[in-house]
């Protein structure tokens, strides 16, 4: 099983850094490409035309600013596209956001939450296990750790308000 992490700048790595930690937790191989729809279009192409080839089951796009770079890819590919708009520059990811999400429709773009980079990792995850029923497993496992941390969370306010 393996995902690709594509972004426009390796200065977005810093915010995609968890999506591969959490991919590879979950045994999943990861490409990590440097490409932008702008400054190196046929990279991008090349790219998206030979995902499905290289076994690519899942493309998690992310770029920042006016972020085309989940929609040309989806355009190239039907390997399925989930987008993260990165924060920055004036508009802090709002002009990233508005790129990914209102794309027209027959060519579709899954976008997570602004620099939601975990979440697209996840969501990555459920597509996979639709194909890979071992994931089924490990997905219930990690929703019973979070339970179980924010459980943890609520007992020790509690116990930390009883002190005082
Ligand atoms: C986008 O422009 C990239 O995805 C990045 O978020 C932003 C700035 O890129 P750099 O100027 O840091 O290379 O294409």
């Known amino acids: 099983m393996k995902v690709a992490i594509i972004m426009g700048s390796n200065s977005d790595w810093p915010i995609l850094e968890p999506a591969e930690k959490t991919l590879k ?10 490409a932008s729809a702008h400054r190196t279009p ?9 995902a499905r080839e ?6 998690i796009a992310a770029a920042g600013l006016a ?8 355009a190239f590919t039907t390997v399925p596209v989930i987008g993260i708009p990165i924060a920055g520059g004036p508009l802090n990811g709002v002009d990233a956001l508005l790129s990914f999400v209102q794309m ?19 969501y990555a995850v459920q597509m996979l296990s639709i194909k890979y029923p071992e994931l089924v497993e490990k997905l219930a496992a990690n929703r019973a750790k979070m339970e179980a941390e924010v459980i943890a969370k609520g007992e020790k306010l509690a116990a930390e308000r009883a002190a005082k």
């Open 25 to 34: 937790e979950f045994g999943v191989e990861v490409e990590v490409v440097v």
């Open 54 to 59: 290289r076994g690519v089951e899942v493309i």
């Open 104 to 122: 027209p429709p027959g060519i579709p773009v899954a976008t997570m939450a602004i620099n939601g980079a975990k979440n697209a990792a996840i």
């Open 42 to 50: 046929n990279l991008v192409h090349e790219f998206a035309a030979g």
């Open 67 to 74: 972020a085309h770079l989940g929609g040309v890819i989806a």
